[in-house]
């Protein structure tokens, strides 16, 4: 008996070890057999208690944003967006920094990174020259919209988080064969 327990001590020691034991406070203690199963607390505490501490997968989090959706209204904003922030990237007449602050405000966070440092005469197009169209979407929560320019039309991916939240420019595409 005494062998099947430093065994064991041995074993967990091990697993607390390498991490496969979430919450080992040293060695094993010996356990009276003479406490009746129904008094046994289930792992987590009593049914109905709720965990605390770090790691808690039960934790209170916030409630989910609601899912946006894909309607008329929704399409023309990101339409919308779409023109303007084609109209801000075009405006290759103004100061590099004039035109990014005009351009970033239609920008995610991730294409804020991507183009900043961009000099806006690097940029072939020089003016929007016609309506932005709908060209798709795989998801409530992204946009394609196309926007003709002089150059060709520009494909422009726009992202939001949830209902309610505004589309904002992912990528901005310039026409094939155009740099």
């Known amino acids: 008996m005494a062998t099947i327990r430093s065994v064991a001590a041995a074993f967990t020691i091990a697993l607390c070890a390498t991490g496969a034991l979430?919450?080992?406070s040293g060695?094993?203690?010996a356990t009276s057999t003479s406490t009746p199963p129904s008094s046994t607390v289930p792992v987590g505490g009593p049914a109905g208690a709720s965990?605390?501490?770090p790691g808690d997968t039960r934790a209170d989090l916030p409630a989910p944003q609601p899912a946006p959706t894909d309607d008329?209204?929704?399409?023309l904003e990101a339409e919308t967006v779409a023109a303007?922030?084609?109209t801000s990237f075009v405006r290759?007449?103004?100061?590099?920094?004039d035109w990014w602050s005009q351009l970033s405000t239609h920008l995610s966070a991730d294409a804020a990174s991507a183009y900043y440092g961009t000099d806006p005469l690097q940029v072939p197009a020089?003016?929007?020259?016609g309506a932005p169209r709908w060209d798709g979407s795989t998801s409530a929560y992204l946009a394609n919209v196309v926007v003709p320019t002089d150059v060709g039309d520009y494909k422009l991916l726009l992202v939001r988080d949830a209902q309610g939240?505004?589309?904002l420019v992912q990528t901005i595409t310039p026409p094939d064969g155009v740099r």
Do not use: E, K
């Open 51 to 53: 965990p605390t501490g």
């Open 72 to 75: 008329i209204a929704s399409r």
């Open 22 to 24: 979430g919450a080992c």
């Open 165 to 167: 939240s505004p589309w």
């Open 84 to 86: 303007a922030a084609m």
């Open 92 to 97: 290759v007449d103004l100061l590099a920094g």
């Open 27 to 29: 060695p094993p203690q």
């Open 126 to 129: 020089r003016a929007v020259t």
